[in-house]
């Protein structure tokens, strides 16, 4: 369990980098959205499937694409790694 | 007040300001000074109003959408700072239909009425100073509010390079405004005065608080950009970014306007292109500042939509 909710704590200071304080809202809304479950109970593979989503969703923000990269990159790490902690 | 209210409200003012322009007959003595015909006047008239009714236009757009992404973030601490802002934005925006449409309303009434002149003129100026003071007031505070969100506050270096240029531009504001000639009585070139107020009270109610505007404009500015240095996130960077360069905009117009109201006899010696020069900059100064917010604050709203 805690595990998890340091998942998402990461999940946050990964985008904190790039959405500044919306950052939690911005986490919140795609794991509610998208995955339909408590922001807490964020898992590796929810967030490995909710990046797909997050990929598209800062791309519309940002014509960088060199930036959307580098947080899908930084988010997807952290997928792997939580991943391979979990089980 | 809601957003229907507010659109109707920035509406009435439009079609107010716009009929003003086409009715209000044009002064005569300036018509036959620069060789124009009534009509004349009227299409140059127009090529000044409409583009200032799209700068309100864009201004109520503006605050519309501030409005609706503070309500987005309103539990959470930068949504309760930024609330202050867009009440600050709010009185900004408001007093550029409301100041236009009375001075207008007040050239119309003492040109009918010459004894009404001064109170008109005094009254116009001071509806002016207040919602910009007002505007800047709350933004400051919400900006400085914002500012100490964040821990690292070491702007004392950067209060000194803002405080440079302040202090030249309020030097020379208050030398332009007590050496213009016409500030106090009108003159035989100039029919109507600037403040029709003696030197010491122009002094404390007029030429300080306007120092203050300044103050408080460049200010607001240098905490939106210090918050924008300090806060992590590259995209939310960039929409502050815009945020504060659309509020330079606009506080440089103010002090471009008040400098134009200090330099009143200069004019009266101006050919009609020189002005209309002057007024189609600063009308473009505006208009930068208004897209500039206004791209603000569509990036700020589209992260909280994301």
């Known amino acids: 369990m805690e595990k998890t909710y340091s998942l998402y704590d990461q999940a946050i200071e990964i985008t904190t980098d790039y959405l500044g304080p919306a950052a939690k809202r911005f986490i919140d809304r795609q794991i509610v959205a998208h995955l339909d479950k408590k922001p807490e109970n964020l898992t590796p593979a929810d967030l490995s499937k909710l990046t797909i989503w997050m990929e598209a969703t800062v791309s519309l923000l940002t014509n960088d694409k060199d930036v959307v990269s580098e947080y899908i990159n930084k988010l997807e790490e952290l997928s792997s790694t939580s991943r391979q902690e979990y089980y | 007040m809601s957003n229907k209210k507010i659109l109707i409200l920035f509406i009435s003012l439009s079609v107010i300001y716009l009929l003003e322009a086409l009715f209000i007959s044009s002064d005569a003595s300036a018509r036959s000074k620069f060789n124009l015909s009534a009509t ?205 360069k659309g509020l330079l905009c606009i506080v440089l117009s103010i002090i471009v306007i008040r400098y134009l109201a200090a330099l009143t006899t200069l004019f009266d010696n101006s050919t009609l292109k020189i002005i209309l020069l002057i007024i189609y900059l600063l009308i473009l100064l505006l208009l930068c500042g208004f897209i500039l917010l206004v791209k603000s604050v569509k990036k700020l709203k589209a992260i909280e939509k994301a």
């Open chain 2, 40 to 244: 004349e006047v009227k299409l140059l008239s127009l090529t000044v109003t409409l583009p200032i009714i799209f700068i309100w236009m864009l201004g109520c757009y503006a605050y519309i959408k501030f409005r609706s992404y503070v309500d987005t973030i309103a539990k959470d601490k930068d949504g309760r700072v930024f609330r202050i802002i867009s009440y600050g934005l709010l009185a900004l925006f408001l007093w550029l239909p409301i100041s236009s449409v009375f001075s207008n309303m007040a050239t119309y009434l003492y040109r009918t009425n010459p004894s009404w002149t001064a109170p008109l003129v005094i009254t116009n100026n001071y509806i002016n100073l207040a919602l910009v003071l007002v505007g800047f007031a709350l933004i400051y505070k919400g900006a400085y509010k914002l500012i100490n969100l964040k821990e690292s506050r070491n702007i004392s270096g950067w209060k000194y390079i803002t405080l440079l240029p302040l202090v030249f531009i309020s030097a020379l504001f208050t030398f332009l405004t007590l050496n213009n000639p016409v500030r106090q009585f009108p003159s035989a070139d100039v029919p109507t005065a600037a403040y029709y107020l003696p030197d010491w009270l122009l002094i404390i109610t007029i030429i300080i608080p306007y120092v203050l505007v300044f103050y408080l404009g460049f200010f607001s500015i240098l905490y939106i950009y210090m918050y924008r240095k300090n806060v992590r996130g590259i995209i939310y960077k960039n929409a502050l970014d815009y945020f504060a």
